[in-house]
């Protein structure tokens, strides 16, 4: 058997049958990465403008838009990253009609503990730091893939009510982490595609 990978996909030959193999979870932690990558380039940028002018206001809200709008793909996409991932686990170390008729309609926190527990006989620590980190992602994402129309005053306007540099950053950090602490009860598992980093030269 021969086995050639293309970023999302892996091809296998058996004879003379090629098949293909399609997984997305890398490039979607791909896409977080890159997007993230412009937000460090866009806040090292805006730290060197002195505000002066109403026009230097305006430039710089602009720039906060965009950051939000790449932090909302960065925690979207780590959101799939994870749900790709533990999807295609179930699947290989299962089977596709086993994981459809009990295990894909779990929600994604279900999933990351349930799969792992039937695999392995054991399951990530649910109290751990990084299962928190998971939860918060989760409550995120969901906060902007069911997004309610809200208005508010300026004086009642939160830090929260915004996406932020920090926001992408742990969303990215909890991808890593997560997979990182899911090899230490299955060592078999490739943890090779988390180790693209970020090339931060705005820190």
Same mark, same amino acid.
């Given at each position: 058997m021969t086995l050639v990978t293309l970023d999302h996909l892996t091809m296998s030959r058996i004879g003379d049958t090629l098949k293909v193999k399609f997984q997305f979870y890398e490039t979607f932690y791909s896409i977080s990465l890159n997007n993230y990558q412009q937000i460090l380039k866009i806040c090292h940028d805006k730290n060197k403008i002195k505000v002066e002018t109403n026009n230097d *206001? @305006?430039?710089i809200c602009k720039w906060n838009a965009q950051i939000q709008r790449l932090a909302v793909t960065t925690v979207v996409f780590s959101c799939m990253c994870l749900e790709s991932y533990i999807n295609c686990y179930g699947i290989i170390n299962s089977s596709k009609s086993y994981f459809e008729n009990y295990l894909d309609k779990l929600d994604? /926190? =279900? /999933? $990351? *503990? #349930? #799969?792992p527990k039937i695999v392995t006989g054991k399951k990530i620590k649910t109290d751990s730091i990084v299962f928190g980190k998971m939860i918060e992602l989760i409550k995120l994402r969901n906060r902007l893939v069911h997004d309610k129309q809200k208005i /508010?005053? &300026?004086?009642? &306007?939160? @830090? =929260?009510?915004w996406l932020t540099e920090g926001d992408a950053r742990k969303a990215i950090e909890t991808v890593k982490e997560l *997979? *990182?602490?899911?090899n230490k009860i299955d060592k078999s598992i490739d943890i090779g $595609? &988390? =180790?693209e980093t970020l090339n931060n030269h705005y820190a």
């Open positions: *206001i @305006d430039f994604l /926190k =279900s /999933k $990351w *503990i #349930i #799969i /508010k005053k &300026i004086t009642e &306007i939160k @830090d =929260s009510d *997979i *990182i602490e899911f $595609w &988390i =180790s």
